[in-house]
């Protein structure tokens, strides 16, 4: 089988690893650095070039696409869609995943347990808003963004106001979400995959930091989950049409609630810590949705 990955380069460790799962089971693989595809549509026809040469058509793509580029990789993962390639993931799962406001929207409307969240664009009402949350502190977090960049504890209505005025300054939306103070620190990272929990972690912060994302200095655990969470997380998952998805929740005393659900998790983490083959069930993943389709 031929497989092609989206990502900007071959040596990034979540690429690698998916490198080696497809050839070890014996697929071609062939990296596809977003940036470098040119998107032709000429009546119903679609095409794409890579590097200025015609892309031998794959049996299914693999998006790995930074936040910096996610129009233009969002535009590429559509592209082999319009060609009849099966993708893992869909072009609008992705869309969905990336918005942080529309992705709460979504999940609020599902029914999915989420924290409480809220969003403006001016400074009319804000602290009837911040009321909505329960008072500070309260989580603000831009709409784009993976990582925990960005990510911000604001204790009162005075710091959220000022943080508020400058990254309205700056152009960038933003959510704000009630602090789950029993949660603080930690939370769980659950990989799904297919539609099944394939690993999961608890994920803890390094000391005076409230983030607890493995690229902020956290540590993971491996998880046996619990049948709430791991139910959560595989719905919230499907709900979004994400085949791949690292859910993040929080534990609370009222039960597990979603706070991210990610459409391009890293493997590193979670290999790591649970000592799992992620990447396997990825490929895995791939064959069947390839065989589907053929």
């Known amino acids: 089988m031929r497989i092609a990955i989206l990502s900007r380069s071959r040596f990034i460790f979540s690429t690698r690893r998916l490198i080696e799962a497809a050839k070890t089971r014996g697929h071609d693989v062939t990296v596809v650095n977003t940036l470098a595809c040119a998107l032709g549509m000429v009546g119903r026809d679609f095409s794409l070039l890579h590097h200025g040469e015609p892309l031998p058509t794959p049996d299914v793509v693999l998006p790995r696409i930074g936040t910096s580029i996610t129009d233009y990789g969002i535009a590429v993962v559509k592209q082999f869609e319009l060609m009849g390639v ?86 960038q939306n933003f959510v704000m979400q009630k602090f789950i103070s029993e949660a603080r620190g930690r939370d769980i990272r659950a990989f799904v995959v297919g539609g099944r929990v394939v690993a999961a972690m608890r994920r803890t912060s390094q000391r005076g930091e409230f983030r607890a994302n493995i690229h902020r200095g956290g540590k993971g655990q491996r998880l046996s989950l619990s049948r709430p969470y791991s139910r959560l997380a595989v719905r919230a998952a499907t709900l979004m049409g994400l085949e791949v998805a690292g859910v993040d929740m929080l534990e609370t005393r009222r039960g597990p609630l979603v706070l991210e659900v990610n459409s391009s998790p890293g493997l590193e983490g979670i290999e790591r810590y649970t000592g799992t083959n992620v990447a396997s069930a990825i490929i895995r993943r791939a064959e069947a949705l390839a065989r589907r389709r053929s």
Request: charged share 15%; aromatic share 2%.
């Open 86 to 171: 099966p993708v893992l993931n869909s072009e609008r799962a992705i869309s969905l995943s990336r918005d942080k406001l529309q992705a709460a929207q979504f999940m609020a409307s599902q029914g999915l347990a989420t924290p409480p969240t809220v969003a403006l664009r001016d400074p009319t009402g804000l602290e009837a808003l911040v009321e909505q949350l329960g008072g500070p502190p309260v989580i603000v977090k831009p709409v784009r963004g993976t990582q925990g960049v960005g990510v911000m504890l604001m204790e009162s209505v005075e710091s959220i106001r000022a943080i508020s005025e400058t990254m309205w300054g700056l152009g």
